[in-house]
């Protein structure tokens, strides 16, 4: 019967219909392996100014070797970053800095232009004059693995395992952070004391 019907139509609409039919089953197939196989969210493409921001002074912090608290409750209040030693907190909300300023804890705002190496100035206690500037690419390298200039060349491994465990992305980093590390290792082991 199915020749008989295909007989009885012109050429065109024979190759037409099978292309359609083709057309169909090969979007059936993409359909379903999308679904079947998601990729992947990209998470290296976006970082945002406020982490950015974040890395500076963390790049910093490290440069001077002033320990630091990352988003510490005081209060109730969220400071972005908390010096135990002084009972000093920087945050980056004007709502945050006033309700701090009616705490002991004495309050730094830090606006959005303000970059990560110029929060020394702001600090109420005195701060390391670095030998160089922050982007020095041994001080650099050092405050992304979290240790001071002088560190043995074991210590550099050591933190080197433990940054590049987190940072790395089949465990939630971010590749572009993972690269920083692995290019800070590469730069303080050469500089190792």
């Not at 139509?9 to 024979?14: G, I, Y």
């Not at 390391?128 to 001080?139: E, F, Q, R, S, Y």
């Not at 491994?157 to 080197?160: G, K, L």
């Given at each position: 019967m199915f020749h008989e019907v295909v007989g009885s139509?012109?050429?065109?609409?024979?190759t037409a219909g099978l292309g359609v039919a083709a057309f169909v089953?090969?979007?059936?197939?993409?359909?379903?392996g999308a679904r079947l196989f998601p990729d992947p969210p990209n998470r290296s493409h976006h970082v945002s100014g406020e982490e950015k921001r974040r890395r500076e002074i963390r790049t910093?912090?490290?440069?001077?070797?002033?320990?630091?608290?990352?988003?510490h409750s005081l209060d109730g209040l969220q400071a972005d970053f908390y010096f135990p030693d002084h009972d000093v907190a920087v945050t980056f909300d004007p709502r945050t800095y006033y309700r701090l300023q009616r705490t002991p804890t004495t309050a730094v705002l830090v606006e959005h232009e303000l970059p990560g190496s110029h929060l020394g100035a702001r600090l109420p206690f005195d701060v390391?004059?670095?030998?160089?500037?922050?982007?020095?690419?041994?001080?650099?390298?050092?405050?992304?693995?979290?240790?001071p200039v002088e560190a043995s060349l074991a210590d550099v491994?050591?933190?080197?395992r433990e940054k590049v465990?987190?940072?790395?992305?089949?465990?939630?980093?971010d590749r572009d952070e993972f690269r920083r590390v692995r290019e800070a290792y590469t730069t303080a082991k050469e500089h190792a004391g």
């Open positions: 139509q012109p050429e065109w609409v024979v089953a090969v979007a059936c197939v993409f359909v379903a910093y912090l490290g440069a001077v070797d002033q320990p630091f608290v990352e988003n390391p004059a670095l030998g160089g500037p922050v982007d020095d690419p041994t001080t650099a390298a050092f405050a992304v693995l979290g240790l491994r050591a933190a080197y465990k987190e940072a790395h992305p089949d465990h939630g980093g």
